[in-house]
């Protein structure tokens, strides 16, 4: 008879041959920022998350460096929007000058600044529009300004999210134009068209005005061309891919993990989040049971990277168990 239960014994003997652990080093934190002083305000749909002012950033970077978290993904919120997010590629805007104020304060911590235009338009689309319709080419200037003038301001890493064709080319180009040949791209190559973005687009004020996003975001109902985007990803230079959202897709993310050996990353989105800490807010699950069983799922599927806003908590789990 064979007794695989012989390795399920004891917790012990569990340890000892588990495949996946998450670990403190896999984490990335999404943070927002918006323009403006004193301002710590919470995120209605996403327990626990708030936007901060720079001025009191601190208050969730200290916790976050000290719960032993390596990286923050930052979002940007302005007070001025306009047709073309402007503010986006202000070398003076609000995530430039966040990102300043981190490096100067938080040398050690990985900063990663998302390059979209959705927080800065007057219209809430990632690109410049014309007669109603989003323009691909016409917008890839303006995303490579934005990603340059973040990595200008100390941003380790660059992640374009807009889902623009060619963007990744265009933001590489203008990246080592400008002398930043050392800057990584992590590229958002396969992002759907998700119901699960909700939370998010109140947190970072980027719902679209008018219509949705499935003209450059891709059909949830596709496989395959997930492949496809990832391919083109890399070959315009990508040096990490993510696919979003995570919990939905992991069959993406193990197919991705088997095409490539480039690091993946999985976006545990705001949705997912949402969904969790509301079941665990009214005891219908465990939440640190829920939580880690997805953080693995995520491992499982061959992501060695995580963005998630449970990483604070995860992070106390991990401190916790050991």
């Known amino acids: 008879m064979k007794r695989r239960r012989r390795l399920r014994a004891t917790p012990a003997i569990r340890d000892l041959v588990r495949e996946n652990k998450v670990n403190l080093e896999d984490l990335i934190y999404p943070v927002f920022v918006m323009e403006g002083e004193n301002i710590k305000s919470p995120v209605d749909s996403m327990p626990g998350i708030f936007q901060y002012s720079i001025d009191r950033i601190s208050e969730e970077l200290d916790e976050v460096v000290a719960l032993g978290i390596k990286g923050i993904l930052i979002f940007g919120i302005p007070d001025h929007k306009d047709e073309v997010g402007s503010e986006a590629y202000n070398e003076h ?136 985007d990832v391919e083109d990803d890399i070959e315009e230079g990508a040096d990490l891919i993510i696919i979003k959202p995570a919990l939905a897709f992991l069959d993406i993310m193990k197919s991705v993990s088997l095409e490539t050996n480039y690091p993946l990353v999985a976006y545990n989105v705001s949705g997912e989040y949402a969904m969790v800490k509301a079941a665990a807010m009214n005891g219908w699950v465990d939440e640190k049971r829920i939580v880690m069983e997805n953080m693995v799922s995520f491992k499982r599927a061959g992501a060695s990277i995580i963005i998630t806003y449970h990483a604070k908590d995860v992070a106390k789990w991990i401190q916790e168990d050991k």
């Open 93 to 228: 805007g609000i995530v430039q000058e966040a990102i300043r104020f981190i490096k100067k304060n938080y040398p050690d911590l990985v900063v990663i600044a998302d390059i979209c235009l959705c927080e800065y338009t007057s219209h809430g689309h990632c690109g410049v529009i014309k007669d109603g319709e989003i323009l691909n080419d016409e917008t890839l200037p303006l995303l490579a300004k934005t990603a340059v003038t973040c990595a200008q301001a100390g941003a380790d890493m660059v992640a374009p999210s807009n889902m623009m064709d060619g963007h990744v080319a265009a933001i590489r180009e203008a990246l080592d134009e400008a002398g930043l040949i050392n800057t990584p791209i992590m590229a958002y190559s396969a992002k759907f068209a998700s119901a699960y973005y909700g939370p998010f687009r109140e947190a970072a004020h980027s719902a679209p005005g008018f219509g949705d996003r499935k003209t450059y975001q891709m059909d949830y109902a596709n496989g395959k061309e997930a492949i496809l």
